[in-house]
């Protein structure tokens, strides 16, 4: 009967929003699911109206519309229409159960507050009574009642609601606690939850690894394409599958009969390269190694190895080692159909071009090197320099979306590069200025990854953008129940000098630790970056390849300088 349109619920609520000033919350339609009892079933429950402030606390408001009338036995109608319970009795049964729900809110302790209950009756007016007539039952006063002419103005609701609360409240002797603003804050959380629900992040993981394996293997149309090609530089952005092809490339060529070498920079994704090949590697026609290793077998195998000084300088490396392979393979000599390179923007132009000679037609077996001149950490990359055909991968089939697009402001190149996967959670970013807020960032990180959002330790690597000998983290690498790992250094962060195949296999509840240098080629579901330095000349390029790392979620812990550098590209 209420006019407007308006059910008689929806008439009550304006009125009270309009005639009640700001603090007062007005909750409609409130909803609940309780127990009478513990242990007992669960029922459901619902109030038209919750009425709330801080000091006078709630009142619980019914509404009935239509013709109201109360017979000789206690019976209420709303026309012919019979309500049971009873308005007063189902007003104030919502009270109690409101009362339970406050009590098992963990935020409220402060016991019951304030609280009583009221009816509205907005298509009836109590001047209707016969005179002297002003109780409609002895559960049921009328200053209870908001009738239609309660409701007709803002000042008659008011003053109604007022009268109610102040049947319930009295002289404030024994009504209950009030609310104050924190109980306030916390019926809006309780009546008003902003809630987004989203996946674990251990499920996200899971529900986007069917999509990731599918991406990937679509990337060996790239393989399809150069079928004729011996001698081809492919390179690519960081995610498009590189180190996959070449993986695939040494599969199929062995397939083929081929005696292979399959060769890259760092240890780590020799180790990773080996797991993935044990197939090809048991029929003797694979061979899998670092490029150093190499100049370390062959040079031992030709006789002209020099002795290892201690320790080890630089030129160890760059030098020494290179000419004992370019001495070695002038005595053994070419015993390879293929040769294949992976991260080769980490090799000298000088080493590139001793490679071919280990191959038994130097000039027309296959020799493959898979590249990205953005990830160079150590040296130019001057892989296009050789007389090699090139070929270019634009799609980034690893990283989320969200990853890639922050990751993409560091890439070097002038292409432009297609994210193949469209969802992903926004990267964190989180401010750490020194040693201490970085270290109790990682704790915290860890926690909330394991614990929280139930990753596996496994599914995790935290890289530094330092050395291990240098980290502050490799140091402590007890982070709360989380333990850092690599098997490939000592307590010191000194390297073990391990071969691929004799790296031990990480323990499961462990986080593998490494530097971004090291890792560069490999991924992992999730990767934290730390301990990056705003004034190292090799920032971009650390970020670049650290982003670039993750195949579902990247956390970034640095100092706001570097943050500002990450968000401003």
Same mark, same amino acid.
């Given at each position: 009967?209420?006019?407007?349109?308006?059910? !008689?619920?929806?008439?009550?609520?304006?009125?009270?929003?309009?005639?009640?000033?700001?603090?007062?919350?007005?909750?409609?339609?409130?909803?609940?699911?309780?127990?009478?009892?513990?242990?007992?079933?669960?029922?459901?429950?619902?109030?038209?109206?919750?009425?709330?402030?801080?000091?006078?606390?709630?009142?619980?408001?019914?509404?009935?519309?239509?013709?109201?009338?109360?017979?000789?036995?206690?019976?209420?109608?709303? /026309?012919?229409?019979?309500?049971?319970?009873?308005? $007063?009795?189902?007003?104030?049964?919502?009270?109690?159960?409101?009362?339970?729900?406050?009590?098992?809110?963990?935020?409220?302790?402060?016991?019951?507050?304030?609280?009583?209950?009221?009816?509205?009756?907005?298509?009836?007016?109590?001047?209707? @009574?016969?005179?002297?007539?002003?109780?409609?039952?002895?559960?049921?006063?009328?200053?209870?009642?908001?009738?239609?002419?309660?409701?007709?103005?803002?000042?008659?609701?008011?003053?109604?609601?007022?009268?109610?609360?102040?049947?319930?409240?009295?002289?404030?002797?024994?009504?209950?606690?009030?609310?104050?603003?924190?109980?306030?804050?916390?019926?809006?959380?309780?009546?008003?939850?902003?809630?987004?629900?989203?996946?674990?992040?251990?499920?996200?993981?899971?529900?986007?690894?069917?999509?990731?394996?599918?991406?990937?293997?679509?990337?060996? =149309?790239?393989?399809?394409?150069?079928?004729?090609?011996?001698?081809?530089?492919?390179?690519?952005?960081?995610?498009?599958?590189?180190?996959? @092809?070449?993986?695939?490339?040494?599969?199929?060529?062995?397939?083929?009969?081929?005696?292979? @070498?399959?060769?890259?920079?760092?240890?780590?994704?020799?180790?990773?390269?080996?797991?993935?090949?044990?197939?090809?590697?048991?029929?003797? $026609?694979?061979?899998?190694?670092?490029?150093?290793?190499?100049?370390?077998?062959?040079?031992?195998?030709?006789?002209?190895? &020099?002795?290892?000084?201690?320790?080890?300088?630089?030129?160890?490396?760059?030098?020494?080692?290179?000419?004992?392979?370019?001495?070695?393979?002038?005595?053994?000599?070419?015993?390879?159909?293929?040769?294949?390179?992976?991260?080769?923007? *980490?090799? !000298?132009?000088?080493?590139?071009?001793?490679? &071919?000679?280990?191959?038994?037609?130097?000039?027309?077996?296959?020799?493959? +090197?898979?590249?990205?001149?953005?990830?160079?950490?150590?040296?130019?990359?001057?892989? *296009?320099?050789?007389?090699?055909?090139?070929?270019?991968?634009? *799609?980034?089939?690893?990283?989320?979306?969200?990853?890639?697009?922050?990751?993409?402001?560091?890439?070097?190149?002038?292409?432009?590069?297609?994210?193949?996967?469209? =969802?992903?959670?926004?990267?964190?970013?989180?401010?750490?200025?020194?040693?201490?807020?970085?270290?109790?960032?990682?704790?915290?990180?860890?926690?909330?990854?394991?614990?929280?959002?139930?990753?596996?330790?496994?599914?995790?690597?935290?890289?530094?953008?330092? =050395?291990?000998?240098?980290?502050?983290?490799?140091?402590?690498?007890? $982070?709360?129940?989380?333990?850092?790992?690599?098997?490939?250094?000592?307590?010191? /962060?000194?390297?073990?000098?391990?071969?691929?195949?004799?790296?031990?296999?990480?323990?499961?509840?462990?986080?593998?630790?490494?530097?971004?240098?090291?890792?560069?080629?490999?991924?992992?579901?999730?990767?934290?970056?730390?301990?990056?330095?705003?004034?190292? &000349?090799?920032?971009?390029?650390?970020?670049?390849?650290?982003?670039?790392?993750?195949?579902?979620?990247?956390?970034?812990? !640095?100092?706001?300088? +570097?943050?500002?550098?990450?968000?401003?590209?």
């Amino acid at each position: 009967m209420t006019g407007n349109g308006q059910t !008689a619920e929806q008439h009550v609520i304006e009125r009270a929003r309009t005639a009640l000033p700001a603090d007062y919350r007005v909750y409609p339609n409130v909803h609940w699911i309780s127990r009478t009892r513990a242990g007992g079933p669960a029922r459901d429950g619902e109030t038209d109206l919750v009425i709330a402030h801080p000091e006078r606390g709630l009142l619980i408001v019914e509404v009935k519309g239509g013709q109201i009338s109360r017979d000789a036995h206690g019976r209420w109608y709303s /026309g012919s229409h019979e309500l049971d319970p009873t308005p $007063f009795r189902q007003a104030a049964t919502s009270k109690y159960a409101i009362l339970g729900k406050l009590r098992e809110v963990p935020e409220w302790r402060a016991g019951n507050p304030r609280a009583g209950h009221a009816v509205a009756f907005p298509d009836v007016d109590l001047a209707t @009574l016969p005179p002297g007539a002003r109780v409609l039952g002895p559960d049921a006063p009328t200053e209870l009642v908001l009738d239609g002419s309660a409701l007709e103005t803002p000042h008659n609701t008011r003053r109604a609601i007022d009268r109610a609360y102040d049947h319930w409240i009295g002289d404030g002797a024994g009504a209950g606690v009030e609310l104050g603003d924190e109980g306030i804050r916390v019926l809006d959380r309780l009546f008003r939850p902003e809630v987004a629900l989203r996946p674990l992040l251990r499920r996200q993981i899971a529900q986007e690894t069917e999509e990731l394996v599918r991406l990937t293997h679509a990337q060996y =149309s790239v393989l399809n394409h150069l079928r004729g090609v011996r001698r081809a530089s492919i390179s690519g952005p960081a995610g498009s599958g590189k180190t996959m @092809l070449a993986a695939e490339k040494a599969r199929r060529l062995v397939r083929e009969g081929f005696r292979v @070498l399959l060769l890259c920079f760092n240890q780590p994704l020799a180790r990773y390269l080996t797991a993935q090949l044990q197939q090809e590697l048991a029929t003797g $026609f694979l061979h899998v190694s670092t490029f150093h290793q190499l100049c370390l077998e062959l040079g031992a195998e030709a006789g002209v190895l &020099p002795a290892e000084p201690t320790p080890k300088p630089q030129s160890w490396w760059d030098e020494t080692l290179p000419t004992a392979l370019d001495k070695a393979v002038q005595t053994i000599g070419g015993r390879y159909h293929a040769v294949i390179v992976d991260e080769g923007q *980490d090799f !000298a132009r000088s080493w590139l071009e001793t490679l &071919p000679f280990l191959l038994m037609e130097p000039w027309e077996d296959v020799f493959y +090197v898979f590249h990205d001149p953005s990830q160079a950490l150590y040296r130019p990359d001057e892989t *296009d320099t050789l007389e090699l055909e090139s070929s270019f991968i634009p *799609d980034n089939c690893r990283n989320p979306s969200p990853v890639h697009d922050l990751a993409q402001r560091f890439y070097a190149g002038p292409e432009h590069i297609v994210a193949l996967r469209e =969802s992903g959670r926004p990267p964190q970013l989180i401010a750490a200025e020194d040693e201490r807020e970085t270290l109790e960032a990682l704790r915290r990180t860890l926690h909330t990854l394991v614990h929280e959002e139930r990753v596996l330790p496994g599914q995790i690597v935290v890289l530094t953008g330092v =050395s291990l000998a240098r980290s502050a983290a490799w140091r402590q690498r007890t $982070f709360g129940n989380e333990v850092l790992w690599n098997g490939s250094y000592d307590a010191e /962060g000194r390297t073990l000098g391990l071969a691929p195949e004799a790296q031990p296999e990480p323990p499961a509840d462990v986080v593998f630790f490494d530097s971004i240098r090291r890792f560069k080629g490999l991924e992992r579901e999730v990767i934290v970056l730390v301990e990056l330095a705003p004034d190292d &000349p090799l920032l971009e390029r650390f970020l670049y390849v650290g982003m670039t790392r993750a195949l579902n979620h990247l956390i970034v812990i !640095a100092p706001s300088a +570097v943050l500002a550098r990450i968000r401003g590209g």
